[in-house]
């Protein structure tokens, strides 16, 4: 039984490998093209090559349930059109213990992508698109075509980019009165977190004093400010890029402010559900393999699953925004199509047993 298991493990596992790479390098070419055209001077085609390197494991982590999908049809199928899966039923293995076999792996890559999705991807995607926003922004907020604004009490501030690990890059700041006439404005190069206070580095500040102005420089600065590093990461970046933990912290933050937090708390469900996801779309493959696909061409199979993961896409980035839209719950919203997946998975390997 052990040979077996490596058996299946290699067949389904590989093929997996092969169809995550498939998409995940299409995506990617996707993404070049469309980066193209964000060309400039100090974002060169290089630069769009390097940013699309950098969100990788964001897109091998979104894209891989509908890997398992086909690689579990394709791997499967390999072994039904060759009649080794008529073999193994014939030697005494049922077809609930074939599903477990299947099953084995694919846990195993649940539990990997899921630590792929919760360490790696917030990290790389905040770099990645800080390192872009830095090279296609100017040197202060009037120059700049992107980077990000907060408000904190009177006063208003602009970054072109926010690395992680705590470091700003083009800090501009704007200080009103509560009369709302501009105090000062100041510009630094770039600020570091020290711990409890961040401290810039290299710039100017501009005082308004009635009808005159009066410009001084500095090296260091101390900046006493309740923003963290952690703060600015949750503010920053979309919630599809943040880990599991930050997106139910944040989500609880709003809702104690009295804020929307219903597209964090959704993009959390979706996360954390991913597993259950995974799990009904491989049940899907297995009873189609095992049923109605039994007897099928290589290419229909295929056919076959990208047309239930795109049905199985559909239906979540529909019932996601409704339950935004609507107020029903986000986990409803996700869940659903994945107990449905798992339903007609069980009444098919039912049928076929």
């Not at 219903?262 to 469900?269: E, I, N, P, Q, T």
């Amino acid at each position: 039984m052990r040979r077996l298991s490596a058996y299946i493990t290699t067949a389904v596992i590989s093929a997996i490998a092969l169809v995550l790479l498939v998409i995940v390098a299409l995506d990617a070419v996707g993404a070049i093209i469309d980066g193209v055209g964000d060309v400039s001077n100090e974002y060169t085609f290089n630069q769009v090559m390097i940013y699309v390197a950098l969100t990788l494991p964001a897109r091998i982590y979104e894209h891989i349930p509908m890997a398992c999908l086909t690689g579990c049809l394709i791997g499967l199928g390999s072994l039904a059109n060759n009649s080794e899966l008529v073999v193994m039923r014939s030697a005494g293995v049922s077809v609930l213990r074939i599903v477990g076999l299947v099953l084995r792996p694919i846990l195993v890559l649940i539990v990997v992508g899921a630590l792929f999705g919760e360490y790696m991807v917030p990290y790389t995607d905040q770099y990645a698109e800080s390192r872009r926003m830095l090279l296609k922004s100017g040197k202060s907020a009037q120059e700049s075509t992107s980077g990000f604004w907060n408000k904190e009490g009177h006063e208003f501030m602009h970054f072109n980019a926010v690395y992680p690990g705590g470091v700003l890059f083009g800090v501009t700041r704007y200080h009103f009165d509560e009369n709302h006439f501009l105090l000062e404005s100041s510009f630094s190069k770039r600020a570091t977190y020290q711990g409890d206070h961040w401290v810039e580095e290299y710039g100017s500040t501009t005082h308004f004093l009635g009808d005159s102005t009066e410009v001084s420089t500095f090296v260091l600065r101390d900046w006493e400010t309740d923003l963290s590093p952690d703060l600015l990461r949750l503010v920053v970046m979309p919630p599809e890029s943040l880990a599991m933990r930050s997106l139910y912290s944040y989500s609880k933050y709003l809702k104690e402010q009295g804020q929307d937090n219903s597209r964090y708390k959704l993009v959390f469900w979706d996360k954390a559900m991913q597993p259950l996801t995974i799990v009904s779309l491989v049940l899907i493959a297995i009873s189609f393999v095992f049923g109605p696909l039994r007897q099928v061409t290589m290419g229909y199979r295929i056919f076959a699953g990208v047309v239930v993961g795109l049905v199985f896409r559909t239906s979540q980035d529909l019932l996601g925004p409704a339950s935004v839209v609507f107020g029903f719950s986000p986990f409803l919203a996700v869940t659903f199509p994945a107990l449905v997946c798992c339903l007609i998975g069980f009444v098919l390997l039912r049928r076929a047993a």
